[in-house]
Structures are given as structure tokens and as C-alpha cells.
């Protein structure tokens, strides 16, 4: 199935377009998980979107859309993960991976490893950031397959979970 997906890059200039369909794919995602942080998911594609370097990859079967990821670049001298390493790189220019999204009938097919190559093959930062649900441990193993490592942990809202902050050297290997 993974092979038929068709990967289609995006920018801060496709948000119009492209923000409800990654507002769908989340509440089918967390249909289950709706709580009052996973129901501003909006606010967060519009503060991601917002950022003149935002990057998005939405992954197509057919019609149907299968996944994305997106993320954007951090201010340099401003990267929240920082606190989580001692000491800090010195070259810390930062890619913030901020999601990667599979709707169940793709997942185990791939799907998200296309996804995340694709979002990140691009990239010229010296590493990636993402924070992943410390309840989900298998998804923080296959980031750990992908070459990132926990650093620390972090609870960015008083609503959200705590998150596993990891970081990945780019470019990817």
C-alpha cells in the first residue's frame, strides 16, 4: 500500500488550502483522545503555519489522504530544548518536527518513515526537535530507530502530557 502513496511538499503559502485536511486527519487520529489540548490542534497548525519557513508533507492514496508531518524552523538562541542538554551543541540551528500524522489504514505499511524522509531530506539545520506522549512508548522507539534520542522531558502546557523531548543530527543518514 505504501508505494501508491503519492508525497506532496507544502509551504507556509499552502496553509489556506491545506489547513482543514490537517485538522481532519487529526481529529480522525485522535477521534478517541479528543481532550481539551488535542481539541486546539488548530491553534497549533496556525501557530506552525504561521512561521515564514513552515514545511508540510501530506501523503496521498488516490484522493484519500494517508498522513502528513510538517514542522518549521526555531530562532536560533531560542530553542526550547536547550534546557535538556548540558552542554548545549554549539551548532544548534534547529528544525522543529512538530507532527507526523498516520490514519490507521496506513499504519504499518511505512507510511510514516516515507513521510518523515520526506520532510526532513530537505532540511539544512544542524538537528531536529520533537516532543513525543511519554505514554506512547513505541512511537518514541521508532524515532529512536530513526536516529533521534531522548534528552530529556518536558510539559510545554499544563494540559498537555509530558513529552519526551528528542533530538536528531541532520542531515539524516
Given at each position: 500500500m505504501t508505494s501508491a502513496l503519492e508525497l506532496r511538499h507544502f509551504s507556509h503559502h499552502d496553509v489556506p488550502q491545506n489547513r482543514q485536511t490537517l485538522i481532519d486527519v487529526h481529529a480522525d487520529v485522535y477521534a478517541a483522545e479528543m481532550d481539551e489540548f488535542?481539541?486546539?490542534?488548530?491553534w497549533f497548525v496556525d501557530h506552525w503555519g504561521g512561521h515564514p519557513d513552515f514545511a508540510c508533507v501530506i501523503a496521498y492514496d488516490g484522493n484519500e489522504v494517508a498522513g502528513f508531518a510538517y514542522g518549521a524552523p526555531g530562532t536560533e538562541g531560542r530553542e526550547w530544548w536547550r534546557e535538556h542538554v548540558d552542554p548545549a551543541p554549539e551548532r544548534g540551528r534547529t528544525?522543529?518536527?512538530?507532527?507526523?500524522?498516520?490514519r490507521e489504514r496506513w499504519r504499518k505499511t511505512g507510511a510514516a518513515g516515507r513521510l518523515?524522509?520526506?520532510l526532513m531530506e530537505a532540511r539544512t539545520e544542524h538537528l531536529a526537535a520533537l516532543l513525543v506522549d511519554v505514554t506512547h512508548p513505541k512511537v518514541q522507539v521508532l524515532y529512536e530507530s530513526w536516529g533521534y534520542r531522548k534528552v530529556g522531558e518536558d510539559q510545554p502546557f499544563p494540559d498537555s502530557p509530558v513529552f519526551a523531548v528528542m533530538l536528531v543530527d541532520l542531515p539524516l543518514i
Open positions: 488535542n481539541q486546539r490542534f488548530a528544525f522543529h518536527f512538530s507532527e507526523l500524522m498516520v518523515h524522509r520526506a
